[in-house]
């Protein structure tokens, strides 16, 4: 049996070609599929990053102690590193005043034939000079690691004069001289005031 279609060709069917029914079914099919498949891995992604996460928390937690434990020692440790840079600069900064007290004594002027003691010290203030210090005007501007301050009484101001021309002779001291005065109008005995440097280097 032949078909003869006798509407005009406006009136009548258009066939589409099978691939565009095959690619509207498709498109769909496949922009879904892609869709599924990113939001299927981001959740993976996510949910392995959360695993991470968590794996790490708790690890951390593990560690919370012996972090601790360091930190504890490591406060120790600068506290110890403090104690021994003072005791460093304590110990830089030690006279040893027994030795320069003797060191001292051994220019005060000598006693007389009957053993009468001319000089003595009824004061006497020692302190440490650290880092050594110079001053022009005191002791010639050498530097100093310790000073006494002297005070005391005296048979007669050349016994005084001897021992402050002793100290400034001296390589290991230096010494300013500030009063003398006579306790009574017919005594030789005065009260004396000095000050003596010792020199750096020059301790024993």
């Known amino acids: 049996m032949i078909n003869v279609n006798l509407l005009p060709k406006s009136l009548q069917r258009v066939r589409e070609p099978g691939y565009w029914r095959v690619l ?61 840079a003072v005791a460093e600069e304590v110990r830089r900064g030690q ?10 004594l051994e220019y005060v002027p000598a006693l007389t ?32 690691v310790a000073e006494a301050s002297i005070s005391g009484t005296v048979r007669g101001p050349e016994v005084l004069a001897t021992f402050v021309r002793n100290l400034e002779n001296a390589p290991d001291f230096g010494v300013l001289f500030q009063n003398a005065t006579r306790q009574g109008e017919d005594d030789d005995l005065f009260t004396y005031n000095l000050t003596v440097g010792g020199f750096s280097g020059a301790q024993r």
Do not use: C, H, K
């Open 24 to 84: 509207a079914v498709t498109v769909p099919v496949v922009a879904a599929a892609v869709l599924f498949s990113i939001s299927y891995l981001s959740g993976q992604t996510i949910t392995n990053l959360e695993r991470d996460v968590q794996i790490r928390q708790d690890q951390l937690a593990l560690l919370q102690p012996f972090l601790q434990e360091q930190r504890q020692l490591q406060s120790r440790q600068q506290a110890l590193r403090a104690l021994i």
């Open 113 to 144: 034939a009957d053993g009468a003691v001319m000089l003595d010290f009824r004061s006497l203030n020692l302190r440490s000079v650290y880092p050594p210090a110079t001053d022009p005007n005191r002791y010639e501007g050498r530097p100093i």
């Open 95 to 104: 006279v040893v005043w027994t030795s320069e007290i003797a060191a001292l």
